[in-house]
């Protein structure tokens, strides 16, 4: 067996050579380590580690190399909702609670109008309901059993509210020929005073106006004849309503307190109590409100209706009714009465009548506004007048005439429910917020005792 050859030894400046690149190699991989840890530390410390510095994703990558020292500082995006200045959030929060509700009430108001007749007549069977209870409740304490008190006081109600109707309508058709004749005299009356007039009015100009009446009169039979036929319809849908309020009233007089009881359950636990609370407050109000707007109403109809009956103005009496209707009516009633006695009176009895007849209801309604109403009203259903006048308006461009009755003792018992509950909110935060220690405690304990300040239930 040959002996293997023994390796040559390499040259001197060969093997110099290779340590040194050893050496070289090791220093670039203990500064590649050194800046691989300075990235990583620096990666996080920095929101959003991972991603690089041009915006783009993380790829994969083992290690994003830092800028260079030269390069400019760029701050971190701050959070978009960081962004957003705090006027524009509150604003931004209160904007879309604002639209759900007058979405809410957009829809409320669309179901209102499709069941327009249901809903008024429920309103008027609460009207009455709040005049009549009292009397129920008279009768109930004298010892009458609930049926027949709440028996005796609706048939009581029904039939003097039908003996003023068909009085009303009795005194019309029994002066309607008088009032056609004075009404007549009138008008030639009138003509023959624009004749003497200043304003130089001519008997053609006269005759021509007259004449135009007619023949606007004959062009639009066809839509007088349609609003006559409308005018059925009307009727119809007027006399349903009085047999829908009626058959409410009979109930909410005999069995309110439980129908109440039961509208209780659909309310959700937490606001029971207060919504407790607020109902018999708000239905003082209304039987207040109610009670107070038929003396007022009575004492104006008997005080104008004996000027224009001692004033020689035809149908007193049915003006008189006409008067004690219009004035549930807030401010738009009695201008309108007032305005329709006025014109009867200028009509048939002349300027200086008709003078009259405005002092004499101008001097009532004043009356009525700065001493009745206070008085008999009192502080229970007080309002703004901006409040009235406001109310009455968006009542009747709702739901017309009927809308405008509703309008006032509903934004009243609104007022009266409202701040019942706010008071109720705040007694219920101080009984729910820990009781002072110390030298407070001993200070603010006797000053509102719990017993004093709760309000009756």
Do not use: C
């Not at 190399?65 to 909702?81: K, L, N, Q």
């Not at 004298?142 to 009085?167: D, E, K, S």
């Amino acid at each position: 067996m040959s002996a293997q050859p023994q390796p040559q030894p390499q040259p001197g400046w060969l093997g110099r050579m290779g340590a040194g690149l050893t050496r070289i190699g090791e220093r670039l991989n203990a500064r590649r380590a050194e800046a691989e840890a300075d990235a990583e530390a620096e990666a996080g410390a920095v929101p959003g580690a991972g991603v690089l510095a041009s915006g783009a994703p993380d790829t994969g990558i083992d290690h994003v190399p830092a800028p260079p020292s030269y390069a400019p500082a760029v701050a971190a995006r701050p959070d978009p909702v960081a962004a957003v200045p705090w006027g524009m959030r509150v604003a931004a929060e209160a904007g879309w609670r604002l639209l759900v509700l007058a979405g809410t009430l957009w829809v409320l108001m669309r179901i209102i109008s499709a069941v327009q007749l249901v809903v008024l007549a429920f309103v008027a069977a609460l009207l009455v309901t709040a005049m009549l209870q009292p009397t129920v409740a008279r009768l109930k304490r004298i010892g009458l059993p609930r049926g027949l008190a709440t028996a005796v006081t609706a048939i009581l109600g029904f039939v003097i509210m039908g003996l003023v109707g068909w009085f009303v309508v009795w005194q019309v058709m029994e002066n309607i020929d008088n009032l056609s004749d004075r009404l007549k005299d009138g008008i030639e009356e009138t003509k023959r005073w624009l004749l003497n007039s200043p304003f130089h009015v001519t008997e053609d100009q006269i005759n021509d106006i007259a004449k135009n009446l007619s023949d606007a009169v004959g062009t639009n039979t066809e839509a007088i004849t349609s609003a006559g036929l409308q005018g059925v319809t009307v009727m119809v849908e007027v006399l349903t309503g009085i047999l829908l309020a009626m058959f409410s009233t009979l109930f909410l007089l005999y069995d309110g307190k439980r129908i109440w009881e039961w509208s209780l359950k659909l309310v959700p636990a937490q606001a029971r109590p207060g919504v407790a609370g607020a109902g018999p407050r708000a239905w003082r109000t209304l039987t207040a409100y109610v009670r107070g707007t038929v003396i007022v109403a009575l004492i104006d109809a008997i005080f104008i209706g004996l000027g224009i009956y001692f004033l020689d103005v035809p149908m007193a009496v049915p003006l008189a009714v006409f008067i004690f209707l219009f004035a549930f009516i807030p401010l738009v009633g009695a201008v309108m009465s007032g305005a329709l006695a006025v014109v009867v009176a200028l009509v048939t009895q002349g300027v200086f009548t008709a003078l009259m007849v405005l002092v004499v209801v101008l001097a009532v309604q004043q009356i009525e506004g700065h001493v009745l109403q206070p008085f008999i009203l009192g502080r229970a259903v007080r309002v703004h007048p901006l409040a009235v006048v406001l109310a009455v308006a968006a009542g009747g461009l709702v739901a017309g005439i009927g809308g405008a009755v509703v309008a006032v003792p509903l934004v009243a018992v609104t007022n009266t429910v409202v701040g019942y509950l706010r008071a109720y909110s705040m007694e219920a935060a101080m009984r729910a917020a820990p009781e002072p220690e110390g030298a407070a405690g001993v200070e603010v304990a006797p000053v509102a005792p719990a017993a004093s300040s709760s309000p009756e239930h």
